[in-house]
């Protein structure tokens, strides 16, 4: 799960709307953050670090498991939503739901938020036994699994092959 960014110019006033909880910026305010982007590129390089974040999730499990695990991702602020990306999960028909919170800082009103929302949205459709799992430490790896080669990078396997810290 992360903040998630508009993937073109035209997105930023939903996002823009989103980060506002549902009120929608001024024009002199929307024309700031757009001119932002512009000096950017148009758009920022987080969503494709995200996305290469979740590529590289998604190809040491399956290299460690393969087919045993199902990755999707969820954004606070952008589609898929976190709620879109549980609902992918249930889906495809998991058991179980660890959500790792790729946030870089730990607050209960930044990424205890995201937690919150997958928790939601999991709870009605997966009764027990079947349970939400929450990395609680903002993105830290609370699970073992995820091996930076550089910030930003790619993920690879760590010992004997398997997902985790060298």
């Known amino acids: 799960m992360a903040h998630g960014t508009p993937s073109t110019l035209e997105g930023i006033e939903p996002f823009y709307t989103s980060i506002r ?6 024009p002199e305010l929307l024309d700031e953050l757009v001119g932002r982007y512009r000096a950017i590129g148009g758009t920022s390089p987080l969503t494709e670090r ?10 040491a ?7 045993r695990f ?16 549980v609902a992918a999960l249930v889906a495809a028909g998991v058991g179980r739901v660890i ?14 938020e995201y937690i919150r929302r997958a928790e939601a949205a999991a709870r009605p459709a997966m009764p027990p036994p079947i349970t939400a799992t ?20 790619p993920l690879r396997p760590g010992p004997r092959g398997r997902p985790g810290r060298r």
């Open 70 to 85: 199902v990755v999707r991702y969820g954004a606070k602020y952008t589609r898929p939503t976190i709620e879109e990306g």
């Open 21 to 26: 909880r549902g009120r929608p910026p001024t």
């Open 50 to 59: 995200t996305r290469s974040q979740v590529d590289g999730l998604t190809d």
């Open 99 to 112: 959500g790792v919170v790729l946030t870089p800082h730990q607050s209960s009103l930044g990424s205890g």
């Open 134 to 153: 929450m990395g609680r430490d903002g993105g830290a790896d609370p699970f073992g699994v995820l091996t930076p080669v550089r910030p930003g990078g």
């Open 61 to 67: 499990l399956d290299a460690a498991a393969p087919g």
